[in-house]
Nanobody
Framework: QVQLVESGGGSVQPGGSLRLSCAASRSIFRTNAMGWYRQAPGKQREVVATLTTGGSTNYADSVKGRFTISRDNAKNTVYLQMNSLKPEDTAVYFC???????WGQGTQVTVSS
């Protein structure tokens, strides 16, 4: 069993930055891909960024060039650096262990002036 705990959400003005963190309860990143997802009110959950065990990344078109996914294996933590935030980035952000049932509880990101 794995527990994933997100942190780092908050409110920011358009153009601002936030860094989300997802801490895992045990060492998993060497053997499992991870992803960040988001769900805005009234919309389906969508993938934002993924990171494979080999370090390959993939991003939704809407965040390419603005968001960066990374990990620290020693800290069992995956990050999502979000720059140049837009109001349409407002959502609850979740981390997910790819291919598993394990999701974090989510962290709210609100981008508003």
């Amino acid at each position: 069993q794995v527990q994933l705990v997100e942190s780092g959400g908050g409110s920011v003005q358009p153009g601002g930055s936030l860094r989300l963190s997802c801490a895992a309860s045990r060492s998993i990143f060497r053997t499992n891909a991870m992803g960040w997802y988001r769900q805005a009110p009234g919309k389906q959950r969508e993938v934002v960024a993924t990171l494979t065990t080999g370090g390959s990344t993939n991003y939704a078109d809407s965040v390419k060039g603005r968001f960066t996914i990374s990990r620290d294996n020693a800290k069992n933590t995956v990050y999502l650096q979000m720059n140049s935030l837009k109001p349409e980035d407002t959502a609850v952000y979740f981390c997910h262990l790819t291919g598993s049932i394990y999701w974090g509880q989510g962290t709210q990101v609100t981008v508003s002036s």
